[in-house]
């Protein structure tokens, strides 16, 4: 695609629940981040994959936060047990990381705003 | 660990006129990358200007400059000729390259404000 597209855009749940977030990168891009985002503050980092491997995860915030990027492109960030607190914007960004440096620049989506009620 | 601080929550700057948001970081590295990205209220962001931290030379874009003072740790952005497009959230964002990571670390935002 064009950019990079989050599904779904809006997710309302009940506390308890299981949900999953989808992200699909911008074709090529093999760097991609998992972002969390609350009212009025900056982009929290939750994870980094590089390829199909997750380079960095450690902003994950516990073990209800899991994420997965199977075949290298598509990438799902899954939340068990939501609680009220995981309430926020879900960002995804995509990025092309050059072997000889790096271009810096990330491509994010739209977001997931996810609302634990 | 390296720390991105916005320390003007909100800012406001008449149509035409310039504008500075200011940032500063914290790190012991020599060799990194700063960025400014902003966010519309449509929630998408996208990359306003970046800078390399080897690169004495200030970076420009168009109307988006910034002063980078490596010594201090402060990089601001400066908004010249400011257009009511401009309206948005900033944020600062920092990234070091370490052993095949390339995490970024953002600020917590300034919301700016470009009246007519």
């Known amino acids: 695609g064009a950019g990079v597209s989050q599904t779904p855009s809006n997710k309302v749940t009940e506390k308890g629940k299981y949900v999953e977030l989808r992200c699909d990168p911008i074709?090529?891009?093999?760097?991609l981040y998992w972002y969390r985002q609350s009212l009025g503050q900056g982009p929290e980092f939750l994870i980094y994959?590089?390829?199909?491997?997750?380079?960095?995860d450690s902003g994950l915030p516990n073990d209800r936060f899991f994420a997965v990027r199977p075949e290298g492109s598509v990438s799902t960030l899954k939340i068990q047990r939501t609680e009220r607190g995981d309430s926020a914007v879900y960002l995804c960004?995509?990025?092309?990381?050059?072997?000889?440096?790096?271009?810096?620049?990330?491509?994010f989506g739209e977001g997931s705003r996810l609302t634990v009620l | 660990a390296q720390t991105v601080t916005q320390s003007q929550p909100e800012m406001s700057v008449q149509e035409a006129e310039t504008v500075t948001l200011s940032c500063t970081y914290d790190t012991s590295e020599s060799n990194y990358y700063l960025f400014w990205y902003k966010q519309p209220p449509s929630r998408q962001m996208i990359l306003v200007i970046r800078?390399?931290?080897?690169?004495?030379q200030n970076a420009t874009e168009n109307r988006f400059s910034v002063n980078f003072q490596k010594a201090a740790k402060s990089f601001s952005l400066k908004i010249s000729d400011s257009q009511l497009g401009d309206t948005a959230m900033y944020f600062c964002?920092?990234?070091?390259?370490?052993?095949?990571?390339?995490?970024?670390?953002f600020g917590t935002g300034t919301r700016l404000k470009v009246l007519a």
């Open positions: 964002a920092f990234m070091k390259p370490n052993s095949g990571t390339y995490k970024y670390i």
């Open positions: 960004a995509s990025s092309l990381i050059r072997l000889a440096g790096v271009t810096g620049e990330l491509f």
């Open positions: 800078q390399e931290a080897y690169k004495q």
């Open positions: 994959f590089q390829g199909t491997g997750a380079a960095d």
């Open positions: 074709s090529g891009h093999t760097a």
